[in-house]
């Protein structure tokens, strides 16, 4: 049994810690040999073997003659995960709409650990940027710079935002990526005050994007959704118009459906 290590106030155990080590390299490096993993993790051979060995065991890696890689079994896991999230259930259908309706990128997404993780993405007829919203469904990113982050972060509370500053910083994407705490919170208010966000090129320049969160009827916010599109067509008035109309609708239609979904369970049983 590896040894316990303390790390603030959280006690973890060093050598599941070490795994999913191997695991974050294996995906990092899209596969690798002992020795790739050994020089990229500052382990020994003999550690990286052992930890690989036990993942290949218990289904998680696969072996192709001398390289490692991860195996499809995250992908099972992920299935279930998303599966079992009632905002992807209930929103799916909608962001399909979305990306049917106006022809470009529809988003779900949601924050855990500080960082906004996209449930759902469809491509309309007419979107852009393919290769890089899949990159985007891999993996976790930032949420002060996104149009569906910024409309979760609105309705955060201002400890648990500052918290999220403090962690991750307000890193820069674009020339127009907002890097002051005291900007992005003056922004946040008139997102709380209008009901929608917008990401004015401050995550790719050329691409532009209009969100709305998604709020229980606790008052929670469970998550977000958004469209984007290229300046160009984003820029025009009327247009920009229509996307903030149906962004929002969809919104309220998400929270409608969540809320109906929770009453039911309120509802008196025949014994």
């Known amino acids: 049994m590896g ?11 060093k050598t599941v810690s070490r795994s999913f080590d191997v695991i974050r390299a294996l995906e990092e490096l899209d596969g690798a ?7 990229h993790l500052g382990m020994s051979k003999s550690a990286v073997y052992n930890h690989l060995t036990t993942l290949r ?3 998680f890696v696969i072996q192709e003659g001398n390289t490692y890689l991860l195996s499809l079994q995250f992908l099972l896991f992920g ?10 259930n209930i929103g799916k259908s909608e962001i399909e709409n979305l990306a049917d309706e106006t022809g470009e990128y529809a988003h779900l997404a949601t924050e855990q650990h500080g960082l906004s993780v996209n449930l759902y993405k469809v491509r309309g007829q007419k979107a852009v940027g393919s290769d890089y919203q899949t990159t985007k469904l891999q993996k976790p990113d930032y949420l002060h710079f996104s149009a569906t982050g910024k409309s979760i972060l609105a309705f955060l509370t201002t400890d648990r935002v500052n918290a999220i500053i403090d962690r991750y910083g307000l890193i820069r994407k674009t020339k127009n990526t907002i890097t002051d705490r005291e900007t992005l919170f003056a922004e946040l208010e008139q997102i709380r005050e209008r009901g929608y966000a917008y990401n004015d090129e401050e995550e790719i320049e050329g691409l532009k994007a209009i ?8 008052g929670r916010v469970l998550g977000s959704l958004s469209v984007s599109g290229p300046t160009n067509r984003m820029n025009e008035a009327e247009y920009h118009d229509v996307i903030v109309e149906k962004v929002t609708n969809a919104a309220n239609v998400i929270e409608v459906n969540i809320n109906m979904s929770e009453n039911e369970t309120d509802l008196p049983k025949f014994i």
């Open 79 to 88: 299935e279930y995960v998303r599966n079992q999230n009632k905002l992807y």
């Open 211 to 218: 969100g709305a969160p998604i709020i229980d009827r606790n």
């Open 57 to 59: 065991e218990n289904k």
């Open 33 to 39: 040999r002992v020795t790739e993993l050994a020089d």
């Open 3 to 13: 040894k316990r290590t303390e790390s603030g106030s959280s006690r973890t155990l």
